[in-house]
């Protein structure tokens, strides 16, 4: 009954802890929820207000399948205002959040058997979304020594005839890490020369700390012109439910993403748009307020770990994730998979729920996110500490 594409698919491994974790709480289990990659605050209240307005004018109708044109100059102006770069609103398609626009993106470039490069520790959902538009995930192992951040000499061995693409996360999910400019530049221009296309999620944009945010489209002309630029408001503006997230790509790619959308999902809620124009143009302060919160969290987090000094950690430098060594563990704990031994006795035994390094390709660590509260951070981690220095001793 399955065509061959759903029976090789496995279901989102942070969607489904996230369910395990609500499913316990609602059988009257206290859990700290330390696992799932969503802010903590409440959408905006001028978005929410925008999104009632919305709904009472009656802007309920259909709009142009790759998004109202007010939507999409309000994306070009973000582009233009806070990256310097120069999009116009036929570059730019309007979908159902970031994963909508990153699958669009790989259906309007990907060849069946095209492959393309995948950086590992990597985000959940890349491979999957390769493996379902027909391409080939080839992953790219990077070092830890480096901070997970993907180098050319650790993709130089898998470059062949049919590399097509390569995906790129900054700053990263799972690591925390950011790119430098340099770091960017040296990268993306030799790929850009092999005729690589880049697809560049840049969902945690706004969720930086000490570093400058480098969009990878402005780099160069060239890579301008070969990258697909994926953003959205699930993180910015706290707005996960909403379901809002863009590409912004040269004409020729943006046409093609707007015709595929146009037959699959048309565009995202007309409400969700006109709330969207708020949170792109008038949200600075709420974005600030978030993100200084998640610097305290971060701050604390990386001072627990230095103290303790039991367990490296990727230093994190942006998103809400820090990733953590386990491999300290590995020694006590027999295993088929290390990472989710840890988190399954984490949940079960001290009831607190982690990320399995696995679901990212790097079974010697685990995940915490620190979209939680400072009250579920401490507690959550003086119960890790508990966990880990038991094991140790044993
Ligand atoms: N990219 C990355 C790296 C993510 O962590 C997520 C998870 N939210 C997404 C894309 C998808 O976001 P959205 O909610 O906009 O689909
Ligand atoms: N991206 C978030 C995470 O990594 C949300 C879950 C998901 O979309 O898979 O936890």
Known sequence: ??????????????????????????????????????????????????????????????DAASGSLKVKEAV??????????????????????????????????????????????????????VGLVGGVPVLVQTKKENGFKVTLEDIEPHLNEKTKMIILTN???????VFSREELENLCTNLVEKNILILADEIYEKVIYDEEFVSIASLSEEIYDKTILINGLSKSASMTGWRMGYSATNKTLAKAIGSIQSHLTTHPSTITMAASVVALNDCEEDVN??????????????????DWGRLDIIPPKGAFYVFIDIGPLAEKIKADSLSLQVCDDMIELHKTAFVPGIGFGQDDFIRLSYAASMEDIKEGLKRFKTYVENVLED
């Open 1 to 62: 009954m399955l065509s061959n594409r759903a029976s090789n698919i496995s279901p989102s491994i942070t969607l489904g802890i996230s369910a395990k974790v609500k499913e316990l709480k609602s059988k009257g289990q206290a859990i700290i929820n330390l696992s799932i990659g969503e802010p903590d605050f409440l959408t905006p209240d001028k978005v929410k207000a925008e999104g009632i307005r919305a709904i009472k004018e009656n802007i309920t109708k259909y």
């Open 76 to 129: 070009c102006q973000k582009l233009k205002r806070e990256n310097g770069l120069d999009y116009t609103p036929d570059q730019i398609v309007v979908s159902n959040g970031a994963k909508h626009a990153i699958t669009n993106g790989l259906l309007a470039t990907i060849n069946p058997g095209d492959e393309v490069l995948i950086p590992v520790p990597y985000w959940v959902s890349y491979p999957e979304m």
């Open 171 to 177: 700053p990263s999910n799972p690591t925390g890490n």
């Open 289 to 306: 307020l978030m993100v200084k919160t998640y610097k305290e969290r971060r701050d604390y987090i990386e001072s627990f770990f230095k």
